[in-house]
């Protein structure tokens, strides 16, 4: 197994790094932190995480403060504590126990640490731009008193899995001056780090004769209120020792750089105005949280899938590389606008398409470190190749950019004729692959109908790229196959009013109840037939928690619900559901659900969403990627072109299908892309109607009629613990809605009403409130709510 640091990841030290000499650092004077609007302050939860992430590294860590420092593909360093010693105040205090707020901006997270006799601040960002030199963390500092600061640490110097680690990193202090800098040394010449703060002192250091015991490595800094104040102390990682003058120098540029990123990040991406700031809000933090899961690597950029804290291991949640975690999420930046993101992720993938035309799953920040394609991760799922074909098309739908699909069509056909190649019954099997699920109880499925249901849109969106190149002939067969495809799901899947989780070889079916089928509606040109009792269904306690939706049935022998793949939930599944919902009639319960997705922003690792949670209590599962980049995704996707009913086709034309909520008057999007130009959309109520406008080169107007009845539910997620006990729209109609809740509950929900003479049944109307009271009983009951109009003039 070989392992060399190359090109941007190397960490190499000179063999005689103790010679390296380095400008004296010294602390640098504070400078203006952008008060951004946007700005999530809570009070600072030990236990819930935090993560700072940007192209070339990561700080990943605990509200208490503690993080690790990568500096890709590296763990520099992990454990960060801190101990302060007031001058006669003979009582060390533990400073991560005084954590107060922390306060997460899209350039810079701070967590302030709170005592009665000093406040310190630790402002943490990632620089967007620049050489990838290193990290700095930065203390601003004050006290009543003077005091010294240890600041602990472990060394580790560790490659992410899963390139080979060389044991525990030795610090060894290089003097300079009246202070002096870390080298972290490994048993591989070749990797090593430098970490340092200004005027520090190394703390512990173990005599040569002292027996054998392993001590912290520590930083301390003294701090004299009357000397020092306005003065700011960085915790300065780099790769090199020759690094660190030159990153303390270079610090307040960096944040204003990385500043000026996020201040103008808007400009030309998506952003709605509505009666909802929450929901707002989450949007933007859904598109930055998905920027900053980019990464360098090389000279290219790739999407990493997700983060979270490594613990003992090397691996930095999902850190890595890949594929259908980057396509799921295209929809999402498509929809926002940011092509240049787009065309980056896809040509990661195009680079790395097997010589048969298939698309990579994943792929580790140190695979060339190691023999990558002997292990079983680089191709092992079968859905990525499929999506490839359809994200392109969703691509050049959005951006128009014909040209970026004739340098890659040679690739895209290689795809489609992957899926070809491998078919059972004239649909793509499981044979190359994990569909979805990688663990099974009643064993390895043979044919899903989840990559049943890709297979199909693939074969659509091929047909019509095909157009686009003038490929008539592959434009038709391709036409033919996804009608053959469509009619065989309908045949061969449906069964007992669901659609069966997969096909076995003998044509038998595993009828396991699953939301996988929700991925037919994700284009908007696929509907399946017979869909009404599942929907029904995914929208009921069996399926849907109260924040978001299990994988499977509760009812199905195997449920667990903190497993992986039978019965927890997944925010990207929540995503699927919420715009199949709408696309198939059902604006209310896409909205809960989509609003479920929305709340995890403020939920457990702020301005993110997690990987998955509990199927029976609100909580994310312990190894949760807190940062996940398709659940970012999930917030967007439903929201853009279920909600708000963005739509674009292959002429380059936007639609619009608004699903607005009852009590909005008004809303707009505003730099919606359409091609190469960006437009505001502007949505208003006038009597029984909503009025679309857009505002651009080619403003067009559309008016829709709104139902007699419309009505607005509840979306706020409980208590963390909590399980299900919210109200559930299990049917809708523009003239009914079947509901259900707990037994003996009563619910007041907001309704608009746009006809005169409207009778409603099932609940009583009071003014602008629907009061909805469950009969007693066990569980969850139902009712059933019917609107009746007997005049067809102007809404109330």
């Known amino acids: 197994m070989r392992f060399t640091l190359t090109l941007v990841w190397a960490l190499s030290l000179a063999a005689a790094a103790p010679q390296a000499e380095t400008t004296a650092l010294q602390p640098i004077p504070r400078f203006p932190v952008y008060a951004d609007p946007l700005t999530i302050a809570r009070p600072a939860q030990p236990g819930k995480p935090f993560t700072v992430a940007g192209p070339y590294g990561a700080l990943l860590g605990d509200q208490r403060g503690t993080f690790e420092a990568w500096l890709f593909p590296v763990k520099i360093l992990s454990r960060l504590h801190i101990t302060a010693e007031l001058e006669d105040y003979h009582v060390p205090i533990d400073v991560m ?21 000093f406040t310190i601040k630790q402002r943490m960002f990632m620089a967007r731009s620049g050489d990838p030199a290193g990290i700095a963390v930065l203390y601003e500092i004050a006290s009543t008193r003077p005091l010294t600061l240890t600041f602990d640490f472990e060394p580790d110097v560790a490659p992410m ?85 030159a990153l303390d120098a270079s610090i307040a540029a960096r944040y204003a750089a990385t500043e000026s990123y996020y201040r103008h990040f808007f400009d030309t991406r998506v952003t709605a105005e509505t009666p ?22 090389g000279e290219e950029t790739g999407l990493a899938a997700g983060y979270y804290t490594s613990g003992d291991s090397a691996r930095p949640g999902f850190g890595w590389f890949f594929g259908r975690d980057t396509l799921w999420t295209s929809y999402a930046i498509n929809s926002y606008g940011d092509f240049d993101l787009t065309r980056e992720a896809l040509d990661f993938l195009f680079k790395r398409q097997r010589a048969d035309g298939k698309i990579m799953h994943e792929f580790s920040q140190t695979a060339e470190d190691v023999d990558w394609k002997s292990r079983p991760y680089f191709y092992a799922a079968a859905d990525s190749t499929p999506l490839l074909v359809m994200a392109m098309e969703d691509y050049v739908d959005a951006s128009g950019d ?141 399926f849907s928690t109260d924040w978001g939706t299990r994988d499977i049935s509760r009812r199905t022998s195997f449920y667990d619900p903190i497993s992986y ?103 707009v999007l505003r730099n919606v892309p359409v ?4 437009v505001e959309v502007e949505y208003s109520r006038q009597g029984g109607q909503m009025v679309v406008r857009t505002k651009g080169t080619k403003p067009w107007e559309k008016t829709f009629n709104l139902p007699a009845v419309e009505v607005e539910v509840p979306h706020q997620l409980p208590l963390p ?35 005169a003479g ?30 009746e109009s007997s005049n067809r003039g102007a809404g109330l």
């Open 161 to 245: 899995w899963p390139a080979p680690n060389y044991g525990p990193a030795d610090a060894e202090w290089v003097k300079q001056g009246d202070s002096g800098y870390y080298v972290l040394h490994t048993n591989n010449s070749d990797l090593s780090a430098a970490i340092a703060m200004p005027r520090a002192q190394p703390g512990i250091r173990a005599p040569y004769q002292e027996r054998p015991k392993t001590y912290p490595t520590q930083l301390q800094i003294a701090f004299d209120p009357k000397k020092d104040s306005g003065q700011l102390f960085p915790l300065l990682i780099a790769r090199k020792a020759v690094d660190l003058a």
């Open 402 to 542: 014909v040209e970026y699909l004739r340098r890659h069509w040679d690739a895209v056909k290689l795809a489609y004729n992957f899926t070809r190649a491998h078919e059972t019954g004239g649909i793509y099997d499981n044979s190359q692959g994990t569909g979805w699920v990688e663990s099974w109880p009643p064993g390895m499925p043979h044919q899903e109908s989840y990559l049943a249901a890709l297979d199909q849109q693939s074969a659509q969106a091929m047909s019509r790229l095909a157009s686009r190149m003038h490929d008539g002939a592959l434009s038709a067969a391709a036409r033919e196959k996804a009608e053959a495809i469509r009619a065989a799901i309908e045949s061969n899947f449906f069964a007992d009013d669901f659609y069966a989780f997969s096909r076995n070889a003998d044509g038998t079916l595993d009828k396991t109840a699953t939301i996988f089928p929700s991925v037919a509606w994700w284009t908007g040109r696929l509907a399946l037939s017979h869909a009404e009792a599942m929907l029904d269904r995914w929208a009921s306690p069996e």
């Open 675 to 678: 091609g190469n130009q960006r």
């Open 565 to 667: 793949h039978q019965g927890s939930v997944w925010p990207l599944f929540t995503g699927w559901v919420s715009l199949a919902e709408y696309r198939a009639g059902r604006p209310l319960a896409g909205y809960q659900h989509l609003m479920q997705n929305v709340g995890l922003t403020w939920a457990q690792d702020l301005g993110a969403v997690t990987e998955l949670l509990s199927g029976e209590f609100f909580q994310p599962l312990g190894r949760s990627s807190s940062h996940q980049t398709w659940s970012s995704a999930m917030v967007l996707t439903p929201a853009l072109r279920g909600l708000f009913g963005l739509r674009w086709d292959d002429a380059g034309n936007l639609d619009v299908v608004p699903n607005l909520p009852a009590s909005w008057d008004r809303a």
């Open 758 to 787: 409207v009778r409603v049944s099932g609940a009583e109307l009071v003014g602008r409130i629907l009061r909805v009271r469950f009969p007693e009983g066990t569980g969850y009951q139902q009712v059933t709510l019917r609107y």
């Open 276 to 297: 909802d700031k929450d929901l707002d809000r989450a949007l933007q933090w859904a598109e930055i949280s998905i920027d900053q899961a980019r990464v360098r690597f």
């Open 97 to 117: 126990g005084q954590a107060a707020t922390i306060e997460v901006a899209p350039a810079m997270t701070t967590i302030t640490y709170s005592h009665a006799a």
């Open 721 to 755: 613990g909590a399980q299900t006990a919210g109200l559930k729209v299990v049917h809708q109609t523009d003239a009914e809605l079947v509901l259900e809740a707990p037994g003996g509950s009563l619910w007041e929900l907001p309704a608009r009403v746009n006809r």
